[in-house]
């Protein structure tokens, strides 16, 4: 394609940061901005958002993923699906039509899940939980699955004793935050991952 015609397009700004993403990937130097948010947990009030909820929600089993869009669910993502399920410390819940897995969401009660794999883990405190990777099968969006699951998630974590509710929510994602707004989460902070010639860094 031609860089001049790419240049009046995107803008000057968006094809060097095309240039920098391109060649920082294949020098292993690349990051990414997430925002961290927070809640603390008021069950009367998730307990509320609730209401009307009529979902047959089940706490997910690895054959449950099978069940899913093999689009999604590649082997290699049932791979990391597996590999989580066999570490207590993630949950993992999902919505089921005629035995087709429509939807699939998870929570941490221990560590602080980043798009990349660090030395060594950022562990949450004990009285926090994190909300992690939901998925929405085309076929079932627009039905408001998404917020109503998270607060479902809420409730889970208050079960488990949990406090405080985190949230990482990738710069430009704008539905996911809407999403987490809904439910009374609070943005706290701005921090940076990624690698620098292929070391992984995080600012938080």
């Not at 391109?22 to 292993?28: A, L, N, Q």
């Not at 009660?109 to 099968?137: N, T, V």
């Not at 917020?147 to 889970?156: A, C, E, G, P, Y």
Request: hydrophobic share 35%; aromatic share 14%.
């Amino acid at each position: 394609m031609n860089i001049i015609h790419v240049i009046k397009e995107k803008g000057i700004a968006a094809f060097c940061k095309s240039i920098f993403v391109s060649v920082g990937f294949k020098i292993g130097t690349y990051y990414a901005k997430l925002h961290y948010l927070t809640l603390d947990i008021d069950i009367e009030h998730t307990k509320k958002r609730l209401d009307g909820f009529n979902f047959e929600v089940k706490e997910l089993r690895y054959e449950d993923f099978l069940k899913g869009n093999p689009k999604e669910f590649t082997a290699e993502k049932l791979a990391f699906i597996k590999q989580r399920l066999d570490d207590s410390t993630y949950k993992s819940y999902g919505i089921l039509e005629d035995d087709y897995l429509i939807y699939s969401t998870w929570f941490s009660l221990r560590k602080l899940g980043l798009p990349i794999e660090m030395k060594k883990p950022i562990y949450m405190s004990e009285d926090e939980g994190l909300l992690e990777d939901s998925y929405c099968d085309p076929k079932a969006r627009g039905r408001g699955i998404h917020s109503k699951m998270n607060d479902f998630r809420i409730m889970k974590l208050h079960e488990l004793g949990k406090t405080r509710v985190l949230a990482l929510v990738m710069h430009g994602n704008t539905p996911a935050f809407k999403t987490q707004f809904k439910s009374s989460f609070k943005e706290e902070k701005c921090f940076l991952v990624g690698k620098i010639f292929g070391i992984p860094f995080c600012t938080v």
